[in-house]
Structure formats: structure tokens, C-alpha cells
């Protein structure tokens, strides 16, 4: 079983629609998660940090599942900027330093 | 715009040839990072950097030589790669190696081997 896994998609979903993505990790140690937003050919970069309580920015709304292990996110209002591969990020912390390990990402293509 | 600065952004070179990958970064992060990254795949870990030593191989192929000449500078030096090894490569840091915050990404070097 991966660490960090997603469902790789893709998500085809026309402008305006609402999508979710989940993502499970294996280590209930973890401590922090993420979710990066990589477009093609560029670097992956912070869409949002997720905390236990949830958290929303703007049309993203992340949320955290310690018990069942699993971080999800909701885009509302889908705009075709959005069309891009989000990666989910878990971090933790061992003798060997911060680990992050990430998921194999959901590709996302909003389409007019 | 990143605040992780890497050079080249784009390189072709031989399997004979010898290069560097530089990355650089002046956020005062005392943890970095090289990352490998093929087409539609994830980042994968390839070292860690924390307080300019290495703390982290990922069994990665002597052919790539990590290099912290200090706590801003990272390189990467290439020799005898093999085609397989094109990808982008990724440089990233954190505040310290234990920290449990967000990673920061250069744009990447885009790296054709022939």
C-alpha cells in the first residue's frame, strides 16, 4: 500500500461545477498535510495547508480526517484556471528528519 | 514568483558530459532539497540538506553529486548520466529539516539527457 495515495483521474468537469478530491495516507503518525497545485511543466506550488478544524480559502475548502487518515479538497465554482494536478502532501517528522511524502496527484480539466 | 531561484531552467547534455544544477535561496531555510520528477509522476526525494550536511540519500546513482557550499547554495553536479535520468529536477526548502511546514519549490531544471 502507498503512503500517500489519490485517485489519479482525470476529474472532467465543466465551469461552475463543484469537485472533490480525496487523498489517504498510511502513517498515523503524520503530522502536517498539504495540497500543491502543479501545473504541466511548471513546479508544484502551496494551494493550502489543512488543519484539523478545516479550513477554507476562498472557493478551496481542505479538510482533515485524523481517525479515517484522509485529507480532502473541494473546489466550488470551478473555473477552467483551475485545470491543473493537485498533489497531496503529508509530512512527518522522524529521526531522519521532516519527510514529506506525496501522493501520486489527481489531474483536474475543467472544461467550458 | 518563487523564492527558490534554480539554474538552468533548461539543459541538454550528453552521457559523457559533465554539469551542475544550482539552486539558491536567501529565505534563511536551513533545510533543502533535490527532487526528481518525471512526467506525470510525483516529486521523489532524491537528498536532504540540513545545516549544509547531508542527512538524507535516497540510494540515488553516484552519478549525481549533491553539494552545499553553505546554507543558501545547493548544488547538484551530473556525470555519466544515462537517458532515463531526464526529467526535472526540483530544488525546495524548508525552514529546518524537523520542521513540519510548507516546502518551497524552485521552477525546476528541465534535463534532457542524449
Known amino acids: 500500500r502507498k503512503e500517500v495515495e489519490q485517485d489519479p483521474g482525470p476529474f472532467n468537469v465543466p465551469e461552475g461545477a463543484t469537485v472533490a478530491f480525496n487523498c489517504t495516507y498510511s502513517?498515523?503518525?503524520?503530522?502536517?498535510f498539504f495540497w500543491y497545485r502543479q501545473d504541466c511543466r511548471k513546479e508544484p506550488k502551496l494551494l493550502m495547508s489543512?488543519?484539523?478544524s478545516g479550513n477554507e480559502d476562498g472557493r478551496f475548502t481542505a479538510q482533515l480526517n485524523r481517525a479515517s487518515q484522509y485529507i480532502s479538497l473541494l473546489i466550488r465554482d470551478s473555473k477552467l484556471s483551475d485545470s491543473a494536478t493537485y498533489l497531496c502532501?503529508?509530512?512527518?517528522?522522524?529521526?531522519?528528519?521532516?519527510?514529506?511524502?506525496f501522493g501520486g496527484g489527481t489531474r483536474l480539466m475543467v472544461k467550458p | 514568483d518563487t523564492e527558490v531561484t534554480q539554474t538552468p531552467k533548461h539543459l541538454v547534455m550528453g552521457m559523457t558530459n559533465k554539469k551542475s544544477l544550482k539552486c539558491e535561496q536567501h529565505?534563511?531555510?536551513?533545510?533543502m532539497y533535490w527532487y526528481k520528477q518525471k512526467a506525470k509522476k510525483p516529486p521523489e526525494l532524491m537528498f536532504v540538506?540540513?545545516?549544509?550536511?547531508?542527512?538524507i540519500n535516497e540510494s540515488v546513482p553516484s552519478r549525481f553529486s549533491p553539494e552545499c557550499p553553505n546554507s543558501s547554495l545547493l548544488n547538484l553536479h551530473l556525470h555519466a548520466l544515462q537517458p532515463e535520468d531526464s526529467a526535472l529536477y526540483l530544488c525546495?526548502?524548508?525552514?529546518?529539516?524537523?520542521?513540519?511546514?510548507?516546502?518551497?519549490f524552485g521552477e525546476g531544471s528541465r534535463l534532457t539527457v542524449l
Open positions: 529565505m534563511g531555510h536551513r533545510a
Open positions: 540538506y540540513s545545516y549544509e550536511k547531508l542527512s
Open positions: 489543512v488543519y484539523s
Open positions: 502532501v503529508v509530512n512527518s517528522v522522524n529521526n531522519a528528519g521532516n519527510m514529506l511524502t
Open positions: 525546495a526548502s524548508t525552514l529546518r529539516s524537523d520542521s513540519t511546514g510548507e516546502l518551497f
Open positions: 502513517n498515523s503518525a503524520s503530522q502536517s
